[in-house]
């Protein structure tokens, strides 16, 4: 039977064991039909490679600027050209000298090897050549073999020149050459998906990636086993073609419940053979679980409470942070915090670069499930993905410091997914792409997810490459128009950046994208081309009402195609549309509007939604809606009392002031420049309070920094706002604490004053200046501590030691015969030991305090009192160690006698009345002819 194989040339032949034999027989030359080239073929050899393969090896050596090369074979009385090659897009080996071996063609596995084209038709050359052939025709055994003859074909004619060989190969004998190319390398896997510690239930993902250097028709054998190392019963076998399979399905019900292991087999079709098994045993358990499941009580992750919760499940997360990356499995649940996303973190650190998104949704998932306050961070490739037509509910998170490569750094759409995202804060996440906050990546589909009352901010975009925009948002959308627009509605998107040259930055839209803007702030964005709003290539205008379009960098509004429609939105320089206005809208710090902001009442009056605002107070307050994310309210005037926990400080010390407030009502924000002495103290920090958090699913957000980001400026800038729709805070309580480090010279002084603290109620625009002297700070010097009094051992001297006290330049002593009694200063040193001999008095108790100074009448506090005695005999007065009658000579000269007389001696007044008198003469000889 005859067949033609040219297009079965692959790169397989290294990987086999070539045997050859040789052997020639003539044959007619069919007639040439134009003349014959220049050609000689020579050295052909054949390698039976058994089964059904064949490799043929020859030289040929020629002129010709065209050339190209037929193999035949003889089978059953005629010759049939197996395969033809043109030198034109050889990948050859160069061997030097003009020398060449032709390991295969410009789309075979010659490429793998990474071999330059040679291009033949400029130079004359002599090639070696090899070629693999796999056909039935190449199997040769015992009985029959076939013959095999090399001819050079010309330009035109079908075989104008031919030289060639016969070979019929009878044996199998050693190759004379094989390829330098790298041989058959076994595939690698490496198994994914379960890899220790799961709970599977129903149909779960068996994942794992591989490779192959040669090969890409692969097969994989998927197996499951009771230990490491099986026994294995086979899942299922994947077939792939062209490609690298990476994934299957498994239904877990078809196995008993227990602790599994996972086997993956891929095998490259040519005898190589790869194989992983997963890390660490799993669980697989089927049996229903209670709801609702509580985390870590009932277990101790979170995926594995959504491993074996059942659709409708409630899973409650205790407060904590877990470090994990976890995936919704297409399961309809209710996932949520305890008490909210300030409390109950995810960190998807875990994973390393490129390690996956924090939390997945891919699986198809709706709004039934819920992801519900948590503060998700630290994702590598995304904070939260949702693909494959998922569309969960992402409700009250904060969505913080994720990255991805690509789009979409804190959340990111794709394949159709239309995820719903509401009260969140999506903050200080970046992309190397577009869409440092939310990116939708609808290439050939479109994505249409809304965000609602949500906070974006300081968010980044371009980081791989600095043409990509949209720092807060980025939507893209194929050509076909979007059946359900994307929503953007009641949101804050301020202070996010794209890449230098990134087309926009607070929202950038692409192609068919197309999204309702309604009732939002987009405020100091900075974009290369245009900081608030752009779109690129744009076939749908977009929606934009009711809207504060302001301080953004390098324009407001730019669309490079359909122009959108606004109406009845602030933008800064003016739009044409119905009720659009170009005024300062007057916001505060934290986005909100004031009394007398143009914004108020300015709305659309044919407004229907949103019903409410960012805060959740309702819409309108007033005769119509105001324009932006905050609905103005009136509200009371708060009343601001900071307080220092140290206004007496030493150096190194730490002054906190706590910031609070009293009576207040609907309170959202607290504003206040701080002034200090930066001689006297280093600014340190600052904590938000847990006032205006209250307790909710979203927190406060404080910002605190030096003025113009300069510590020596002597000024805090400090401002502390509510984010999220939860509205503002009613009573009292602590908003923030700032943190002070003494760092002057000792005795200094310095005051810290609020200036200008600007207190607001919730959208009353009211404010009050509450300007408090604040405390004198004076720098002293710590008192001297572990002071100790011991005998100095000469009798009449006690030694009086203490620690060093940093800053000091000296020490006071002082001594008091009483305790608590009046004390004298006795000496000074500027060493932490002092002897006193100041006539002591042995067997009598002495009394220190000690003081420390640095100069310039700057003292610490006195130490505490200790107490010391000198060694020896009370009468001893001429400190011989015995009392005799040379001690009563010296109290007689001496009787009568009061301080300040010449006769006066300190060593007789025995009771240290300061006169010598007869109560020293009782004492001296009540003791007489006592010894030591």
Same mark, same amino acid.
């Given at each position: 039977m005859k067949k033609r194989w040219h297009k079965y040339w692959p790169a397989i032949f290294c990987s086999l064991i070539m045997l050859f034999v040789t052997a020639t027989t003539a044959y007619s030359a069919p007639t040439p039909y134009d003349p014959a080239p220049a050609v000689t073929i020579s050295n052909v050899t054949v390698v039976n490679n058994y089964p059904n393969t064949i490799t043929i090896e020859f030289d040929s050596s020629s002129s010709w600027t065209i050339l190209s090369h037929s193999i035949w074979v003889y089978t059953g009385g005629y010759w049939d050209p197996l395969a033809s090659i043109s030198r034109d897009d050889f990948l050859c080996e160069d061997l030097g000298g003009g020398h060449y071996r032709m390991v295969g063609d410009g789309t075979g596995f010659g490429s793998l090897w990474g071999m330059p084209v040679q291009d033949f038709n400029t130079v004359p050359v002599t090639i070696e050549q090899g070629f693999w052939i796999s056909s039935d025709v190449g199997h040769c055994d015992a009985v029959d073999c076939n013959y095999y003859k090399v001819l050079a074909n010309g330009a035109v004619s079908l075989h104008s020149g031919m030289e060639g060989t016969e070979i019929n190969p009878t044996s199998p004998t050693t190759p004379s050459w094989a390829l330098t190319g790298p041989p058959n390398t076994n595939p690698s896997v490496t198994v994914d998906a379960p890899n220790g510690g799961e709970i599977w239930t129903g149909t779960q993902s068996i994942l794992w990636s591989a490779a192959d250097a040669e090969q890409t028709d692969l097969t994989a054998n998927l197996y499951h086993g009771a230990s490491a190392a099986g026994p294995w019963t086979l899942i299922n076998t994947v077939v792939f073609s062209g490609g690298m399979p990476t994934g299957d399905s498994w239904d877990t019900t078809t196995v008993a419940d227990g602790t599994y292991w996972v086997r993956v087999e891929v095998?490259?079709?040519?005898?190589?053979?790869?194989?992983?098994?997963?890390?660490?045993?799993?669980?697989?358990?089927?049996?229903?679980?209670?709801?609702?499941?509580?985390?870590?009580?009932?277990?101790?992750?979170?995926?594995?409470?959504?491993?074996?919760?059942?659709?409708?499940?409630?899973?409650?997360?205790r407060d904590g942070t877990y470090n994990e990356q976890i995936n919704f499995l297409g399961k309809l649940i209710n996932l949520h915090s305890e008490n909210g996303a300030a409390t109950t973190t995810i960190d998807g650190s875990i994973g390393g670069a490129g390690g996956g998104a924090v939390v997945s949704f891919v699986t198809g998932e709706t709004n039934s499930s819920i992801l519900d306050g948590f503060n998700i961070t630290?994702?590598?490739?995304?904070?939260?993905?949702?693909?494959?037509?998922?569309?969960?509910?992402?409700?009250?998170?904060?969505?913080?410091?994720?990255?991805?490569?690509?789009?979409?750094?804190?959340?990111?759409?794709?394949?159709?997914?239309?995820?719903?995202?509401?009260?969140?804060?999506?903050?200080?996440?970046?992309?190397?792409?577009?869409?440092?906050? &939310?990116?939708?990546?609808?290439?050939?589909?479109?994505?249409?997810?809304?965000?609602?009352?949500?906070?974006?901010?300081?968010?980044k975009a371009g980081l791989g490459n600095p043409a990509y925009g949209g720092g807060g948002i980025a939507f893209w959308s194929d050509w076909s128009p979007e059946a359900t627009p994307p929503e953007i509605i009641n949101c804050i998107i301020v202070s996010n950046t794209a890449g230098a040259s990134g087309d926009n930055a607070?929202?950038?839209?692409?192609?068919?994208?197309?999204?309702?803007?309604?009732?939002?702030?987009?405020?100091?964005?900075?974009?290369?081309?245009?900081?608030?709003?752009?779109?690129?290539?744009?076939?749908?205008?977009?929606?934009?009402?009711?809207?504060?379009? /302001?301080?953004?960098?390098?324009?407001?509004?730019?669309?490079?195609?359909?122009?959108?429609?606004?109406?009845?939105?602030? &933008? %800064?320089?003016?739009w044409a549309g119905a009720g659009n206005i170009s005024a300062d809208p007057l916001l505060n710090t934290a986005y909100h509007l004031i009394a007398t902001s143009p914004c108020v009442d300015a709305g659309d009056p044919a407004s229907v939604l949103p019903t409410d605002d960012i805060d959740g107070d309702a819409r309108p307050q007033g005769a119509t809606y105001d324009m932006g994310a905050d609905e103005y309210v009136p509200?009371?005037?708060?009343?601001?009392?900071?307080?220092?926990?140290?206004?007496?400080?030493?150096?190194?010390?730490?002054?906190?002031?706590?910031?609070?407030?009293?009576?207040?009502?609907?309170?959202?924000?607290?504003?206040?420049?701080?002034?200090?002495?930066?001689?006297?103290?280093?600014?340190?920090?600052?904590?938000?309070?847990?006032?205006?958090?209250?307790?909710?699913?979203?927190?406060?957000?404080?910002?605190?920094?030096?003025?113009?980001?300069?510590?020596?400026?002597?000024?805090?800038?400090?401002?502390?706002?509510?984010?999220?729709?939860?509205?503002?805070?009613?009573?009292?309580?602590?908003?923030?604490?700032?943190?002070?480090?003494?760092?002057?010279?000792?005795?200094?002084?310095?005051?810290?004053?609020?200036?200008?603290?600007?207190?607001?109620?919730?959208?009353?625009?009211?404010?009050?200046?509450?300007? /408090?002297?604040?405390?004198?700070?004076?720098?002293?010097?710590?008192?001297?501590?572990?002071?100790?009094?011991?005998?100095?051992?000469?009798?009449?001297? &006690?030694?009086?030691?203490?620690?060093?006290?940093?800053?000091?330049?000296?020490? %006071?002593?002082?001594?008091?015969?009483?305790?608590?009694?009046?004390?004298?200063?006795?000496?000074?040193?500027?060493?932490?030991?002092?002897?006193?001999?100041?006539?002591?008095?042995?067997?009598?108790?002495?009394?220190?305090?000690?003081?420390?100074?640095?100069?310039?009448?700057?003292?610490?506090?006195?130490?505490?009192?200790?107490?010391?005695?000198?060694?020896?005999?009370?009468? #001893?007065?001429?400190?011989?160690?015995?009392?005799?009658?040379? #001690?009563?000579?010296?109290?007689?000269?001496?009787?009568?006698?009061?301080?300040?007389?010449?006769?006066?001696?300190?060593?007789?007044?025995?009771?240290?009345?300061?006169?010598?008198?007869?109560?020293?003469?009782?004492?001296?000889?009540?003791n007489f002819g006592l010894t030591q």
């Open positions: 095998l490259d079709g040519v005898g190589g053979v790869g194989e992983d098994v997963s890390d660490a045993s799993f669980d697989v358990n089927n049996t229903p679980v209670a709801c609702p499941i509580y985390v870590p009580d009932d277990y101790a992750t979170i995926q594995q409470a959504i491993d074996v919760a059942s659709n409708g499940c409630e899973i409650i997360v630290n994702g590598d490739d995304r904070g939260i993905t949702c693909n494959n037509s998922s569309s969960p509910m992402i409700v009250n998170c904060i969505i913080s410091s994720n990255y991805s490569p690509n789009a979409g750094g804190g959340i990111n759409c794709s394949g159709g997914s239309n995820p719903i995202i509401q009260n969140s804060a999506i903050r200080n996440n970046s992309a190397g792409a577009s869409g440092g906050g &939310i990116a939708t990546d609808a290439i050939g589909s479109t994505c249409s997810p809304k965000v609602i009352n949500c906070i974006i901010k300081n968010n607070g929202i950038s839209l692409q192609r068919a994208s197309s999204p309702r803007i309604i009732n939002s702030t987009i405020a100091n964005n900075i974009g290369g081309n245009c900081g608030g709003i752009g779109g690129y290539n744009q076939t749908q205008p977009v929606e934009i009402t009711n809207c504060i379009v /302001w301080g953004n960098t390098n324009n407001q509004i730019y669309f490079y195609a359909a122009a959108p429609n606004i109406t009845y939105s602030d &933008i %800064e320089g003016g509200g009371s005037i708060p009343v601001v009392t900071p307080v220092p926990d140290n206004p007496s400080p030493q150096l190194g010390d730490t002054v906190t002031v706590e910031v609070n407030v009293a009576d207040v009502t609907d309170l959202y924000a607290v504003n206040f420049d701080m002034l200090f002495n930066p001689t006297v103290v280093d600014y340190v920090g600052a904590v938000e309070g847990a006032f205006l958090d209250n307790g909710n699913p979203i927190d406060a957000e404080l910002l605190a920094e030096p003025l113009n980001g300069d510590p020596s400026s002597g000024v805090i800038v400090a401002g502390v706002s509510r984010i999220g729709a939860i509205g503002g805070v009613s009573g009292s309580g602590n908003v923030a604490t700032l943190s002070f480090m003494v760092v002057g010279a000792y005795c200094t002084t310095t005051d810290l004053i609020f200036d200008n603290a600007l207190l607001e109620g919730e959208l009353q625009g009211s404010t009050i200046t509450a300007v /408090w002297d604040g405390t004198t700070l004076t720098v002293t010097l710590s008192a001297p501590t572990n002071v100790t009094a011991t005998d100095a051992g000469t009798r009449d001297q &006690i030694n009086v030691c203490w620690d060093a006290v940093a800053g000091a330049a000296g020490y %006071e002593v002082y001594r008091s015969n009483t305790p608590g009694g009046v004390y004298e200063l006795i000496g000074t040193t500027a060493a932490t030991c002092y002897n006193d001999a100041s006539c002591i008095l042995p067997a009598q108790n002495y009394y220190y305090q000690v003081k420390a100074t640095s100069g310039a009448s700057c003292y610490s506090e006195l130490s505490a009192e200790v107490s010391g005695v000198a060694a020896g005999l009370l009468g #001893d007065i001429n400190n011989d160690g015995r009392i005799d009658g040379r #001690d009563l000579s010296r109290l007689a000269r001496g009787f009568g006698a009061s301080l300040g007389q010449p006769r006066y001696d300190c060593q007789s007044d025995l009771d240290r009345s300061e006169l010598i008198d007869g109560a020293d003469l009782i004492q001296l000889t009540s």
